[in-house]
């Protein structure tokens, strides 16, 4: 057999396999190669199929060795086993597979390294590429662009060139690595500190963080693995477990994990984790929950923890687990809200294209208003003046046509550099930046009637500022848009850390990390699910589009939307059955599910939803 070989795919579903087999035995050849298919030669049906490595033959060449082992490492099998065979004996225990993964674009080349590749005890090859991402040892992704460049030292055995030195981990291209790994959402709970009483089961708010699994490779257990290891370094400050620590999968790897007949799921824990008590385990079991279920195909009916021995300690049905469900800060999202041409407060209820102004001081047109922000229960507006000076709270449900004075003003010359549009958090609380170049800073009105507090972020520098901000619903990530120095706009995510007391809070937003570093110039953006946003940018020397990104930087599985020119706003719903909106050259459109934009008859401005 020569170096060039097919890797071999059985079909996961039987009829198939039974399919293929039938249409294949007539005409199937005797002899003849077998070649390899590159990774960019496979097709999207190749989802619906198991993929294996090829072994080692012994007349490969040291490249040759190299690139089957890169291929064999795109396998669906649990441990490398394949990938192994190209490794020495040596190599092979010492190799950890599971400590990265690196993402280049269009893939992994082999070739000879420069100046050491026929030294006398060996042969060394690079490996390059241009790198995209990459995932950690904690399943987290990250956007990490740049040339990437690893050497691999082989040595010659009596059954041919061999592996014998290596960096662990895996380098994928980006099509294997989106045909392998899938983005799931494990939950853990939200650290709100003194702010956690400010809303009825404030301990119980659930946070996704998104990690990447291998999708194939018993789904469920990767998930129940991920999550009792706990959350990922950048959201561990701000989230916390129910699961004591040193919990773990009683049996370990040969525990198996999946949904029964009924959907239920039933999880064995060690010791440490079957100690705790009742109530503890119910929120263990919430976790584990809607974990599996962000990536289940069925609904989940429930779980069952038990401990080591296999006694029961805990059930939580689908019920039950209502309670916890996350998003539950979210709001209703019943009306959709904008500035009118008259610059009051209006809304649309439902499909309705036809905008009602709201009730109150923010609808009178007693103050020309320029944006706008509702509170996630809609019984507050919050509305910052067409001059971008003055910053309103008002109830939506009457009390006058006169608005109450302004509970904030900037001080900056111009309209450009005053209050940005303001934001509201599940908590009630109500986010703003002033642009002031004199004075820039990021504030929160607890409330949205208390005092304004100004909040700390230590990562912007001397001449950045934020230009618009969104603040999840759970109150402990922000997304901001952010002017650079060159005057360009990146969007980046903040965690927004809680400590001191109700009397003396202290609030910081720390870790800034960019969210959609593929696009140049970002103009707006907006939350669109539990981890997930929807923004509208431009790529170097392309034309402006919208897309959804995923809050760890990575792009989504979410269909590619319908284009649209000059757009300088865009809303959205955690509720995906709702419409989009976006505020473009043509005023106010909106994106039904599996529709076209619609342009709504009143030229208004700065759409938004609850939030």
């Known amino acids: ?83 192994k065979e190209y490794l020495t004996e040596h190599a092979a225990k010492k190799w950890d597979p599971f400590a990265s993964t690196t993402v280049l674009t269009g893939g992994p080349s082999a070739h000879a ?97 998104p990690v990447y699994l291998r999708g194939r490779i018993d789904p469920v257990k990767e998930t129940v693995q991920a999550l009792i290891e706990g959350p990922t370094v950048w959201l561990d400050p701000v989230v916390e477990s129910a699961f004591p620590e040193g919990t773990k999968l009683a049996g370990g790897r040969e525990q198996h994990l999946s949904l029964d007949d009924s959907g239920a799921l039933r999880v064995r824990l060690n010791a440490k984790g079957a100690g705790a008590d009742r109530e503890q385990c119910a929120r263990m079991a919430a976790q584990l929950f809607h974990s599996v279920q962000s990536q289940a195909s069925a609904k989940v009916s429930g779980v069952e923890l038990s401990g080591p021995d296999g006694e029961a300690r805990c059930d939580l049905s689908r019920e039950g687990a209502e309670s916890f469900e996350p998003g539950r800060l979210d709001g209703r999202a019943a009306e959709q809200y904008f500035v009118d041409s008259k610059h009051r407060v209006a809304s649309l209820t439902g499909v309705s294209e036809k905008g009602k102004v709201v009730e109150g001081p923010l ?52 309209e450009q550099d005053r209050l940005t549009a303001p934001s509201w958090d599940g908590l009630g609380d109500l986010w703003v930046a002033d642009r002031d170049p004199e004075k ?93 946003l929807v923004v509208v940018g431009r790529e170097s020397q392309s034309v402006q589009q919208l897309q959804y990104v995923g809050t760890d930087g990575s792009t989504t599985n979410q269909p590619t939307l319908p284009g649209i020119n000059d757009v ?12 989009l909106l976006a505020e473009s050259e043509y005023g106010i459109v909106r994106l039904p599910p599996d529709a076209n934009w619609r342009t709504l008859p009143d030229p208004g401005t700065s759409p938004v939803y609850p939030g």
């Open 113 to 209: 390294a420069s100046g050491v590749a026929g030294e006398r005890d060996g042969y060394t090859v690079e490996i390059a590429g241009t790198r995209t991402a990459l995932v950690n040892e904690w399943q987290s992704y990250g956007p990490a662009a740049g040339a990437y460049n690893a050497n691999v030292h082989l040595t010659k055995l009596k059954e041919g060139w061999r592996i014998d030195k290596l960096p662990d981990g895996l380098v994928l291209g980006e099509s294997d690595f989106e045909r392998i790994y899938r983005s799931v959402d494990v939950y853990y709970y939200a650290q709100l500190g003194p702010d956690a009483g400010s809303v009825s089961g404030g301990r119980d708010v659930l946070v996704a963080d």
């Open 568 to 579: 300088t706003g865009v809303a959205s719903a955690e509720d995906e059955a709702k419409p």
């Open 363 to 414: 609808g009178s047109g007693a103050v020309q208003l320029g944006s706008v922000a509702v509170s996630r229960d809609e019984r507050q507006g919050a509305a910052v003046s067409l001059d971008g000076r003055a910053l309103y709270t008002a109830s939506l449900a009457g009390g006058g046509a006169d608005p109450e004075p302004p509970v904030l003003l900037s001080a900056a010359k111009r």
């Open 1 to 83: 057999m020569t170096a060039d070989r097919r890797r071999w795919a059985t079909t996961v579903a039987p009829l198939a396999a039974c399919a293929l087999l039938l249409s294949g035995c007539a005409s199937m050849p005797s002899g003849g190669k077998v070649n390899r298919v590159d990774s960019s030669q496979r097709a999207e049906g190749e989802s619906r199929v198991r993929v294996f490595g090829v072994s080692p033959q012994k007349d490969e060449t040291p490249q040759e060795i190299v690139r089957g082992f890169l291929e064999a490492t795109t396998s669906d099998e649990p441990r490398f086993s394949t990938a």
């Open 440 to 532: 820039p800073r990021l504030l929160r009105l607890r409330g949205g009637t208390e005092k304004p507090e100004e909040i700390e972020v230590p990562a912007l520098g001397k001449d950045e500022r934020i230009e618009s901000l969104r603040v999840s619903s759970d109150g402990v990530r922000v997304a901001m848009r952010v002017r650079e120095t060159d005057g360009r706009s990146s969007l980046q995510l903040g965690r927004v850390e809680r400590h001191g007391s109700r009397e003396n809070p202290s609030v910081t937003v720390a870790a800034l990390r960019p969210v959609a570093p593929q696009l140049e110039d970002v103009v707006a953006a907006s939350w669109s699910g539990d981890s997930e």
